[in-house]
T-cell receptor
Framework: DAKTTQPNSMESNEEEPVHLPCNHS???????IHWYRQLPSQGPEYVIH???SNVNNRMASLAIAEDRKSSTLILHRATLRDAAVYYC????????????FGQGTTLQVKP | GAVVSQHPSWVICKSGTSVKIECRSL??????MFWYRQFPKQSLMLMAT?????????EQGVEKDKFLINHASLTLSTLTVTSAHPEDSSFYIC??????????FGSGTRLTVV
């Protein structure tokens, strides 16, 4: 399985941008990079996903390195509601459709 | 967007009894669903893959006789924890692929075995 590595925790101030990094050096050429976030006692919530190009949606932006060995989730203006565990995930190899989670980054947002 | 509904949100059961957790795709058909378990302060661990009309496939180390999975229709998968014990207490989450939106997850079920 391709493995993801993220910092255990990060802090941000409210209203400021947040850049959450993820390393996935063993990613295969066809793997999409998925980002989810999870609040306590809730299921993960979809944030964004992409393959090669940078991606934007109403929640965030995803910047993917040219070699695809790393990516960065960008929250443009953090709010208190963005405090959560953010997971950078990859599907298991072999086109099984199984999404494998790493340890994630706990984001704290300070008012 | 695609929605997966999971019930119950929480359940407390006595040791030795069985508990059933339901996962429904509300506005799309899911031929495959995934079941995860999450212990406090840990990440999600994939337990099994539920396939409509066929047997589930289990991850290494997961007891298939303890965690019975049934995927009877294109919108419903169930996980039954049989003869539950305190060590089975955990947060169980289901998921399904939902087209462009990638994977969508249920809200989870907190199981406490006393």
């Amino acid at each position: 399985d391709a493995k993801t590595t993220q910092p255990n925790s990060m802090e941000s101030n409210e209203e400021e941008p947040v850049h959450l990094p993820c390393n996935h050096s063993t990613i295969s050429g066809t793997d999409y990079i998925h980002w989810y976030r999870q609040l306590p006692s809730q299921g993960p919530e979809y944030v964004i996903h992409g393959l090669t190009s940078n991606v934007n949606n109403r929640m965030a932006s995803l910047a993917i390195a040219e070699d695809r060995k790393s990516s960065t989730l960008i929250l443009h203006r953090a709010t208190l509601r963005d405090a959560a565990v953010y997971y950078c995930t990859l599907p298991r190899s072999g086109n099984t459709g199984k999404l494998i989670f790493g340890q994630g980054t706990t984001l704290q947002v300070k008012p | 967007g695609a929605v997966v509904s999971q019930h119950p949100s929480w359940v407390i059961c006595k040791s030795g009894t069985s508990v059933k957790i339901e996962c429904r795709s509300l506005d799309f058909q899911a031929t495959t669903m995934f079941w995860y378990r999450q212990f406090p302060k840990q990440s999600l661990m994939l337990m099994a893959t539920s396939n409509e009309g066929s047997k589930a496939t289990y991850e290494q180390g997961v007891e298939k006789d303890k965690f019975l999975i049934n995927h009877a229709s294109l919108t419903l998968s169930t996980l039954t924890v049989t003869s539950a014990h305190p060590e089975d207490s955990s947060f169980y989450i289901c998921s399904a692929r939902a087209g462009f939106y990638g994977y969508t997850f249920g809200s989870g079920t907190r199981l406490t075995v006393v």
